[in-house]
Structure formats: C-alpha cells, structure tokens
C-alpha cells in the first residue's frame, strides 16, 4: 500500500528532453534539509510504519535504473530511498553524487554540491588513528619487563667497564642482582622452580664477581665465585675456579692459586685443549713464584710434548737456569728456537710481476690487522730468543763467548737464521757493557762485508765506541760508512752528527739531526743534540722548541729538564727558570748542584730565605762544594753569627789547606764575635804556615796593639820586610810582563800576523788552570752534572781529562754526545 502511494506521486521523464540527461542535478536536494522533515509527508508515514525499521536485506534488493524524482510539498523534485534505507541509484552519497549511468567516469559528477570538492581517494579524511596500547597489568607481563631490565642492566655495567668507568659498571652489576633476586620472588609466587631462568642468573652472578676483581675487592668477587661453584643447578660452573685462582695469584696466595688451578683442571675435559693448556701455564708460573722449580718445569714440559708455544718454551729455560743444568737449558733452547711460528714470511709481499691489480693487493694487505698480528708474533718470538740467548751463554760453556757462539749455530740451523746477525752485534753490546772494549771492536769489524742493514748497524756502534776513545777520523769513517749502508738508520746519522760537531760545525750538525727526525721522529738523541746544536748557535728560541718537544716525549727526563732552565736562564727569565728547576728537583731531588742553582737564582731574585734553604740542602748533599761553603759563611756573617760561619770556613781550609784565605776567614769569625784570644792564636797558626802573608801580619800587629802585648814590635818588623818583599815582586812580575808585551809587538811587527808562538800558546793553556788562589770547582755550574742517570740509553760515560780545567765547551760535548748507538 505504501509503495503504490509512492509510485502515484513518481511523474516519469518525458520521451523529449533526450538531450539533457543531466537535467536537475544542481537542483538543491531537500533530504538535506532538516528544517523542514516534519513537513515531509512521505518521511512521516514511512516513521509511523514497519517499513522504515526493517533491517536492510542486501541480497533481496532489487537493481534500480535511475531515480525516481519525487513531488514533495515544496515542488521539488526529491530522490527518494529504498524502503530497506539503503540509496536509490543517483543518489548522493557523502556529498558526491553517483553516476547514473555504467561508463560514467568514478568520481566525477556534474553537479556542485554545497561544501563538496573532488576528492575520489577520500585523502580529506586524514590517517586512520594509532592503534592502542596494550594495557596489561598481568604478573606475567611484569616479570618479562622486569627480566628484560635485568638483561639491560648487565649490559649497561658490560659497556660502563669497557669504558674505563669501573665504579659505575660495579653499581650496575650490584642493581642487575637486586632486580633479579625480586624477579626470582615473584616467579616462585606463581610458578614452580622448574621455570626459573637459570642463565639470567649465572649471567647476573658472574657479571658481579667480574666487577669486583676489576675494583678490585677480591673478598667479594671470591665470595660471589663460591656461590655459583656450590650451585649444582650451575652445569659450568667448576670452571669459574680458574677466575678463583687468578684471585689468589695476584693476592700472592699461591698455593691457594695451584689447588684451584688444579680443581679447575679436573673439571675440564681434554676437548678443551687450549684452556688445559693455558691452565698449567699458570700452575708453572705459581711453581716459579713459590720457588718451585721441579714442579715448574713438569707442567712446562707436559705442554711443550702437547702443545709447544714460545712462553711455555721461555720459561722453561727459565727453570732449567734457576737450578743451574747447562745440558738442559741446551735442549730447552733448540726446543724454543724450533715452536712453529705459524706466520709467512715476507716472500707474499713481494710482487713477482707488474700486474697493477696484484701489486694495489699486495700493497693494501702489507698493513692489514692480519699482518700486525704477524709481526708482532714474529717480534716476540725474536726478543724470546734474544733474551734466553743472553741469559744462558755463560751458562752452558766455561766462558760467555763460547756459549753466545753456540746459540749463534743453533740460531743459524733454525729458520730465525736473520735473527743469529743480530745475536752478533748483542754479543758486541755485552763486550760494551762488560768494558771490554777490544772485543767488542773485533766483533762489529766482522761485519762489514755483511749486508747493509747489518752493517750499518756494526758500524755505528764502531763509530760510537771510537767517539768515545777520542778518536775523532775513525769515529768519522764509520759514521760515513754507516749512513752510506743504511741512509735510513737514524742512530747513524746521529753519531754522524756528533762527529761533525766534535770538529766545530755545528751548523752541518744540525742537518743531520734534522735528518735523523725525518726518519724517526722518535728519535730523543737526534731531538736533544739538535737542540743542543741550536743552543751553541744561539738559536735561543729554536733551541727550547726542541725541548720542549722533548719535554712532552720525556717528561722525567732530567737532562731535558735542566736544559729547559739553563735556556731560560740565559733569556733572562728567572721565574721560568726557577719553576723549571723546581721539578727538576722533583726527579732528582738528591742533586746538590741543582739545589745550589736554585739557591743562586733565589739570590739573584733577592730572597734570601729560599736561598739560604736550598744552598743549605746542596750542603747537606754534597758539603765540597766551595760555592755553597762561601756562600753559606758570608750569610752567616751578614746576619752577624759570626761563630756558625766558623764551621763552614774551617771545613773550606780542609778542602783547600794551601789558601790562605779560608784561614783568614776563620780568624776573622773569631775577632767579629769578640774572641780575641782565639782569633790571635789563629793569626799565629796562620803565620807558621804562611810567614809571608802580609794580611796576617796586619792583623798580628793590630791585635797585639790592642791587647798590649810585647810581641807587637816582632810581628812590626816582620810586616815591613813582608811588604818590602811583595813589592819588589810584584815590579819584577810587571817588569817581566811588559818586556813580553814589547818582545810580542816586535815578533808581530817582523813576521805579520802569524797566528801566534810557541810560548803564546802556552801561555793561553796556562790561563785556564786553576790558580792558587781560585776555589777549587767540583764540576761546572753551567750545564749538567755527569751523575745524571742518561734517560736517552744506556751508554759510558765521556772520558774527562784532568790536565786542564773543564770549559763550558767540554760539558756541552758532555751532554750532546749522550747517544745510545746500540742496535734497536
């Protein structure tokens, strides 16, 4: 009934507007027009029936052509619904209208509704909302929070110790068990034991004990082992004993250390070939450190039958020289020479064509991780050999050269037959450091028909130990030779440096010590001679660049440290000078002449209380020292206690008995305080010794007036022949000297300029010896002393003559010939 009143109000098109199928789509369409529904009559009787509540049908609705416009009261046309709701064929859907007809393009539509645009991908929608989170408070899901920050704590502690950060790693191992003991509460609540992970807490527990050892809190880490060895739930957990006995080796409990090693051994299986053998390393090492050489020697030789490796094979030889078997150490020796390598030598990285690909091959592998690893093997092996080579020569023959020439066979019959060239020139070295100088020379002279990396190595030392005997022409043909085998060897541009210095050019010199630095940048002798060099040209500021470079690369250096002051001192900055020498006497703090420099330029600065203090601990170190005596005296008397600076000046007269100054000294100290009978005895003591002095005299005749003795008339006789004597000699000394002058010009004007006679020359030696009335100098204040350890090598030291005195000159030669020409 519905429907045909619907079907009455439905006017079909009319056959003649064919041509415009698109007519009134752009008519404003009431359904949207929600003021006006209850107007709406269809709208109400569709509301008051069933029909409108039906559930739609889907696939009971008929297919629609077209809609149907529908007279409403309003005299529109309205599109009308299906009685099931859902849209009639052209109805607008979403404010887009559906096409009416099957090739009508999607999307598109003629008419414009209100507030309507062009959006057939619906894209003004927006993105569909995030989905939400899941909120579940079940237990479960707490503790598998819970284990997975126990798992972040131990790898936050893990990363902490890597970084160096050892107290944090620690609090974090210690917040990691915390958490995972609630976690094992609140697992044991819910589900039984079986379920417990048991690889969270060995990780938690071994984590722990590992950040204590590196704490250092050995008790804890022990304690914290024991609880994970006595776990049986803990499969692996008997290995941790090797961590045990580490503990106790670096507590020095080592017995201890061997019952765990041993303990750990046992529960290991033979499959583990590595960590066996490695574990009755340490057994050994323990035996040696308990004295226990027997027991030592069983575990080095079960891993040398199993497993021979340099270290076991070392120690070996260790052990066998502990307790004095020359047999032995032999066998241990070839032994240790024979441990395969198991590198390949340098044959692979030589090209044997000129194939650009295999050449960029070979050049990019030369340096490759791999190849370090190589060398580095290689290089220890070497200094194995070396070492146990040194130690067992004078071992295993009556004599060392007997015994470092049976290493040198061995070595020749191995595949280190490179390495027997360099137990040569050791041997060489050891001839050096015993002073047998002859031998030495004998050795080294070997090589020179041998290839030239060895021979540049033999010739710089023979040129070193020539320098060293003085003789300058055949220092220089070695150091030629040297550098003309190996242009490379910084040590032998050095020593060639040296021996052109020795001849007065310095400026020569310094190329090739700035060679040597373009070679080696390392090279501390070649840095310290150029500066050195630099001082003598006075390149000031050249100079304290190059020590201070070597400031940085020695910073103990005590050498460098004084040259840091002297260059300082000579610019005339005695703050920085002082500071210098200040932490110089923070490395040798014992050194008088340092102490008394300090005093000198806390003099100089006029602050006499630090002065007094250091000149006072020169005194104590070294109580010779005229300069400090004197120095010390003449403080004493300024302060006006006379009778302290008695102690100095009479210890001055013992080290100086033929000056009769320091006697003078003394007397006077006696006189000043107002102890007049002293101080005339003195003067008469003096007088026995020096009858002459016409000072002492002066004094005699002075003290005698004043204290009214008869003898005064004596010592007024005395004086007056005295000083009638001095006078006449010193007019013959004047006399003599200008008739020398006057003889000098006439030489001079006669023969030209000829650089000087026979007795001028001597003259001029004569000059810089020592008067009798001169202080006697234990060594020279301007550079150095020669009880320095050298920090740049262990060298002789430089022969010092006694015939003359030592000039500026010769302690710079001193100090720049400080060079360690042994074989690197």
């Not at 107007?39 to 559930?55: E, F, I, K, W, Y």
């Not at 529109?76 to 393009?105: E, H, N, W």
């Amino acid at each position: 009934m519905f429907h045909r009143k619907m079907m009455q109000n439905v006017h079909p098109a009319p056959e003649n507007n064919e041509d415009d199928l698109y007519s009134g789509y752009n008519d404003y369409n009431p359904m949207f027009d929600t003021e006006d529904l209850e107007n709406d009559v269809a709208l109400q009787q569709a509301a008051r029936t069933s029909h409108g509540r039906r559930p739609p049908v889907t696939a009971k609705i008929p297919a629609t052509s077209s809609p149907r416009p529908l007279a409403t009261g309003f005299g529109s046309k309205a599109t009308l619904t299906s009685s099931v709701g859902r849209p009639m064929t052209g109805t607008i859907q979403d404010g887009i209208s559906r096409p009416m007809t099957a090739v009508q393009a999607a999307g598109y539509t003629k008419a414009a509704v209100r507030g309507s645009s062009f959006d057939p991908l619906g894209q003004a929608r927006g993105p569909a909302s995030p989905l939400e989170k899941k909120t579940s408070d079940s237990l479960e899901e707490r503790m598998r929070q819970l284990e997975k920050k126990v798992n972040e704590l131990v790898e936050e502690s893990c990363v902490a110790n890597s970084c160096g950060d050892l107290k944090l790693a620690l609090e974090k191992a210690k917040e990691a068990g915390r958490q995972e003991r609630e976690l094992l509460r609140q697992r044991e609540q819910i589900a039984p034991p079986e379920s417990i992970n048991l690889d969270l807490t060995y990780t938690v527990l071994l984590n722990l004990a590992s950040q204590y050892v590196a704490n250092e809190m050995y008790a804890e880490a022990l304690t914290t082992y024991q609880v994970i060895v006595k776990n049986k739930m803990f499969s692996n957990g008997g290995i941790l004993k090797v961590n045990m006995g580490n503990i106790y080796l670096k507590q020095r409990n080592y017995s201890k250390a061997i019952k765990f090693y041993r303990m750990a051994l046992d529960q290991i299986t033979s499959s583990h070939k590595q960590m066996r053998i490695k574990i009755m390393e340490n057994i050994g090492v323990a035996f040696i450190k308990t004295g226990q050489y027997v027991d030592a020697i069983s575990s080095f030789e079960e891993i040398m039958n199993i497993s021979p490796n340099l270290k076991a094979g070392f120690n070996l030889i260790l052990c066998y020289f502990a307790i004095g078997n020359g047999e032995q150490m032999k066998k241990a020796f070839k032994n240790l020479i024979e441990v395969p390598l198991e590198v390949d030598y340098e044959d692979k990285y030589i090209s044997l064509n000129d194939d650009l690909h295999t050449n960029l091959l070979i050049e990019a592998i030369k340096n490759d991780s791999l190849s370090q690893i190589e060398r580095e093997r290689k290089s220890l092996a070497e200094e194995y050999i070396m070492t146990a080579a040194k130690l067992i020569a004078p071992a295993i023959e009556t004599s060392f050269a007997v015994g470092y020439d049976w290493c040198v066979d061995a070595v020749k019959a191995s595949h280190y037959v490179e390495l027997a060239n360099d137990l040569e020139i050791n041997k060489a070295t050891t001839y050096l450091r015993q002073q047998n100088f002859n031998q030495a020379l004998e050795t080294l002279k070997m090589f020179e028909k041998k290839d030239s990396r060895v021979k540049s190595a033999a010739a710089t030392n023979l040129s070193f130990l020539y320098y060293l005997g003085n003789e300058l022409e055949q220092a220089t043909n070695y150091a030629d030779l040297a550098v003309n085998s190996d242009r490379y060897n910084p040590s032998a541009l050095t020593n060639k440096g040296n021996t052109v210095f020795a001849n007065g050019d310095c400026e020569k010199a310094a190329e090739f010590y700035k060679e040597a630095l373009r070679n080696d940048s390392l090279c501390t002798e070649a840095l310290y001679n150029l500066g050195l060099a630099y001082k003598k040209l006075n390149r000031i500021d050249e100079a304290l660049d190059c020590f201070l470079k070597l400031h940085a690369i020695l910073p103990n250096s005590a050498q460098v440290l004084y040259q840091l002051a002297n260059i300082y001192q000579i610019m005339e900055d005695p703050n920085q000078a002082i500071e210098w020498l200040l932490q110089l006497i923070s490395v040798v703090p014992t050194d008088p002449h340092v102490l008394s420099k300090l005093g000198n330029l806390y003099d100089t600065e006029g602050d006499k209380s630090q002065a007094f203090h250091y000149y006072c601990e020169s005194y104590r170190y070294f109580p010779s020292n005229i300069e400090v005596i004197e120095w010390l005296g003449a403080y004493y008397i300024d302060t006006q206690f006379c009778e302290k600076a008695i102690e100095y000046f009479e210890r001055a007269a013992l080290i100086l008995p033929t000056q009769v100054k320091w006697q003078l000294m003394v007397a006077s100290c006696y006189r000043r305080s107002g102890n007049y009978q002293k101080a005339l005895e003195k003067y008469k003591v003096i007088h026995r010794k020096f009858p002459e002095n016409v000072e002492c005299l002066r004094f005699l005749v002075r003290l005698c007036t004043d204290m009214g003795l008869k003898e005064v008339q004596e010592y007024i006789t005395k004086l007056k022949k005295a000083e009638k004597l001095k006078e006449i000699r010193e007019q013959r000394i004047k006399s003599g000297r200008e008739g020398k002058e006057g003889a000098a010009r006439s030489r001079k004007e006669g023969s030209g300029d000829s650089g000087g006679t026979k007795g001028e020359r001597l003259s001029a030696k004569l000059k810089v010896l020592p008067g009798t009335n001169e202080p006697y100098e234990g060594s020279s204040s301007k550079e150095i002393d020669a009880s320095y350890a050298d920090p740049l090598g262990p060298q002789p030291e430089r022969p010092k003559t006694a015939a003359r005195k030592r000039t500026e000159e010769d302690d710079f030669a001193d100090e720049e010939l400080g060079e360690d020409l042994l074989p690197e």
